[in-house]
């Protein structure tokens, strides 16, 4: 597993000074300091400026422009604007003024936390995406989005794993659209979330013949209600570590748990139909979002289930209504999906030429890269 560490470089002749900063980074999960005689690239120095102004800015540009240093914060006693006006031409993020404010300090390396994560989350080949699936309603189709669009992706070439996270609490039907009969659930983990570590996790998730991992929900209350927004949170980071992709069945409940799940996720497919209550449930969960402001309303893409080309509302309409535009449609094919759901079967396998399986694939393609081929789905079509 790679280090994640943020390490930070300080840079002053006072000790004190060091000491406060020493003790407001370590206060920091995830963040420390680098020693002095430490050769390793730091992602952020924080430099205290002295008398030599000139020499001291020409330093810095030289740290920023060579990539020694992701970021520069700034600490002077000189509250000259002309100085400031410098700090900003070269680059240096913060400018702090002595004596330091603690609070701001912290603000500010929280702050920088938050965006370094956010990079290396994209960069980083350790971390999988985190994709939910949120039925605006009950029976929408959040289980059949979730179940095909993660055995499909692990259908692609690109694609080394993926796991299946049911949270529908004591309804989670994951097991039986893929014919599964898993010992474990995600409750067990929970109470014992203290010994989560990757032997324990691969033990309990079971495997789907198109090479997913099932991770399902509790069958019983007292289970469901071991879980907590927080130990969720670990687990799933954890299951990103381990995973290409975490697919996430949702269901349709908002709750603090769900909320977190979002919170933590690239991508949030809202499943809805073009019906005047899923449109007006779907307008009320996006509103919340913007409102509770945790995570970019962004994320959340709209996929229209069961999508006729002649509906009463028409996608237009519902667009509007939403203020954002459909991401998806997935055709209507009532037969073929409760056929493959009562077969315990994926639609790639139960029907690999219906036009809602295309759509499910070309779904799971919008998640991969572009030069993803499609050798392997050939493969599909042509073996069932
Ligand atoms: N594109 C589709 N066309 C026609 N029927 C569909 C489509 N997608 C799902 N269905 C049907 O809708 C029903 C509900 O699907 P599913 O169980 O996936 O929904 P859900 O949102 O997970 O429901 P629940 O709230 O019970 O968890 C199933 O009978 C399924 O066959
Ligand atoms: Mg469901």
Redesign the pocket.
């Known amino acids: 597993m790679a280090d994640t560490t943020i390490w930070i470089k300080i840079e002053t002749k006072k000790a004190d000074l060091r000491k406060k900063l020493d003790e407001i980074i370590h206060s920091i999960e995830g963040m420390k300091v680098q020693m002095p005689q430490d050769t390793r690239q730091d992602t952020l120095l924080i430099f205290e400026m002295g008398d030599d102004i000139d020499n001291e800015f020409q330093h810095i540009r030289s740290l920023l422009n060579s990539d020694e240093v992701a970021e520069v914060f700034l600490i002077s006693k000189n509250s000259d604007p002309a100085v400031l006006m410098q700090a900003i031409k070269i680059g240096a993020k913060e400018f702090f003024l002595l004596p330091l404010k603690e609070e701001e300090v912290q603000q500010a390396l929280e702050k920088f936390k938050e965006k370094w994560e956010k990079i290396n989350r994209k960069k980083s080949p350790q971390l999988g995406k985190i994709i939910t699936i949120f039925?605006c309603?009950?029976?929408?189709?959040?289980?059949?989005?979730?179940?095909n669009l993660g055995v499909n992706l692990a259908q692609k070439e690109s694609v080394k794993s993926v796991a299946l996270i049911d949270m529908?609490m004591m309804?989670g039907?994951i097991p039986l659209?893929l014919e599964l009969d898993p010992g474990y659930h995600w409750g067990e983990i929970v109470k014992n979330i203290s010994r989560l570590d990757s032997t324990f996790l691969m033990n309990i998730l079971a495997k789907h013949s198109s090479g997913v991992h099932v991770l399902p929900s509790p069958a019983t209350l007292s289970d469901s209600r071991s879980a907590i927004p927080d130990m969720m949170s670990h687990l799933i980071g954890f299951m990103q570590k381990l995973f290409d992709f975490v697919i996430i069945?949702a269901?349709?409940f908002v709750d603090e748990i769900s909320l977190k799940i979002m919170e933590l996720s690239d991508n949030i497919l809202l499943?809805s139909l073009l019906s005047l209550p899923c449109i007006s449930n779907a307008n009320k969960i996006l509103q919340s979002i913007s409102e509770l402001k945790t995570f970019p309303e962004e994320r959340v893409k709209i996929v229209i289930?069961?999508?006729l080309s002649k509906s009463d509302i028409p996608l237009d309409d519902a667009e509007e209504s939403l203020h954002k535009k459909t991401f998806w449609t997935?055709?209507?094919?009532?037969s073929?999906?409760?056929s493959?759901?009562n077969n315990g079967t994926p639609l790639y396998m139960a029907a690999p030429r219906a036009q809602?399986t295309r759509s499910l694939n070309d779904l799971a393609d919008t998640f991969v890269e572009k030069e993803e081929n499609q050798k392997k789905w050939w493969q599909i079509l042509t073996k069932h």
Not at 137 to 147: E, P, R, S
Not at 330 to 334: G, L, Q, R, T
């Open positions: 039925g309603k009950g029976g929408v189709g959040a289980t059949t989005v979730a179940v529908n309804f039907e659209f069945d269901g349709q499943i289930n069961r999508y997935i055709p209507n094919d009532y073929t999906t409760v493959a759901i809602i």
